[in-house]
């Protein structure tokens, strides 16, 4: 994944367009709402601020407004702004980052972006599908302001919006953990409870797009052996790793060998009640045991989706001039949109045979001999 190519990957996954309209200004300065801002963009605090850095002489302002839980989530977030800072170091970009803290902020967030004259944004970044109900009123709002959304799709022809199958990549961790849990493996700080069969899924919020991962998920590990035990619970909150450490606990302890979080910032709980059991967890959206590698001893795989790709692909539209508006840009294995990646301190101990079990899985479903469900309710 590390040499992929965005530039190609663009070419590859270009769609229809439509041609979006110009030369609106807005009527204020950028984003303030009684925010905190600083000098720097390292974020990492979780708490309701932006981050400003000069606009003078660049190729492009770009305005990011993240999904609840916040920057040092380690995941989704955390990997958007990995696309903003790779495309930073492309070109010569000013950028300010919002980190709202509830869903009602959302719409606050992306009207100051657009209203801002000071400077004037070239492109708003929405990260995360619950900013949709109010992006498709901004967009609609302030047609001439570029925006771009991921893991939703907002039908204005001023927005293109970038959606994962997270089904994909959710079936390959399936299958990767319904193997082990029927044998005896141990790695790092876990091993497998040997006289049991159960793996365990952890949400955030409960809603078709988490639903895609439980649901993969779901059918790689009954395509191995649909006698295990999968347990499921979604906690209500991307930002709540209290909760998700409570529901791991309970799933560890009816036997669970592994747990799959996609839950934000609440599968930090998750890996909590993995290090506590002695048991292990699957990551999401980035390498987790690489941005929460203080839990790199329990972290067996991570479902990765390149939310940085999306945001990159954007902005070098922007940059280029060929963003048009309108695209649904959909990535999936084939685009590598999605993968499964072994955890860097105990993915080695995987036996080969798992792994190569999970790369025909992989293979299987690109070449469309495997359909992958959606829904929990069609495995």
């Not at 993240?66 to 000013?94: H, I, M, P, R």
């Not at 006289?195 to 078709?208: A, I, L």
């Not at 922007?318 to 999605?338: C, S």
């Not at 790369?359 to 829904?375: E, L, M, N, W, Y």
Request: aromatic share 8%.
């Amino acid at each position: 994944m590390s040499g992929f190519d965005r530039r190609q990957f663009l070419k590859l996954t270009g769609g229809s367009s439509v041609v979006a309209l110009s030369g609106l200004a807005g009527c204020s300065g950028g984003p303030s709402g009684g925010a905190e801002t600083t000098d720097n963009s390292d974020g990492g605090s979780g708490d309701d601020e932006t981050t400003t850095q000069s606009t003078d002489e660049v190729d492009a302002n770009i305005g990011m407004v993240y999904a609840t839980g916040g920057l040092g989530d380690g995941s989704f977030n955390d990997q958007a702004q990995s696309g903003l800072k790779d495309a930073n170091e492309e070109w010569d970009l000013a950028y300010e980052e919002a980190q709202p803290e509830n869903v009602s902020d959302f719409a606050n967030y992306q009207e100051q972006f657009a209203q801002s004259t000071d400077p004037e944004y070239d492109l708003i970044s929405t990260i995360g599908f619950l900013q949709a109900d109010a992006l498709s009123e901004t967009a609609a709002d302030y047609p001439d302001q570029k925006f771009m959304i991921v893991d939703s799709v907002v039908e204005e022809p001023n927005v293109n919006s970038y959606v994962f199958a997270e089904h994909e990549g959710s079936y390959l961790a399936g299958q990767l953990v319904a193997m082990l849990t029927s044998t005896e493996f141990s790695a790092g700080a876990a091993e497998t409870v040997s006289d049991e069969k159960t793996v365990g899924f952890v949400g955030g919020v409960q809603s078709d797009l988490i639903e895609k991962f439980e649901a993969g998920f779901r059918a790689g590990v009954a395509d191995i052996d649909d006698e295990i035990s999968i347990q499921s619970s979604y906690v209500g909150d991307f930002n709540d790793p209290s909760g998700g450490k409570e529901a791991a606990l309970t799933m560890y302890g009816d036997g669970a060998d592994f747990v799959y979080h996609a839950a934000g910032n609440t599968g930090t709980g998750v890996f909590q009640a993995a290090q506590e059991e002695g048991r292990f967890a699957i990551g999401v959206d980035r390498d987790q045991s690489l941005t929460k590698d203080s839990y790199a001893d329990v972290i067996l795989a991570s479902m990765v989706k390149r939310v940085d790709t999306a945001v990159y692909n954007a902005i070098d539209g922007v940059v280029e001039g060929t963003f048009e508006g309108g695209n649904v840009t959909p990535l999936g294995l084939q685009d590598e949109g999605v993968a499964l990646v072994y955890g860097d301190e105990i993915g080695s101990d995987v036996p080969s045979d798992v792994v190569d079990t999970v790369d025909s899985a992989r293979q299987a479903i690109i070449d469309g001999d495997i359909s992958v469900p959606t829904s929990p309710d069609d495995v």
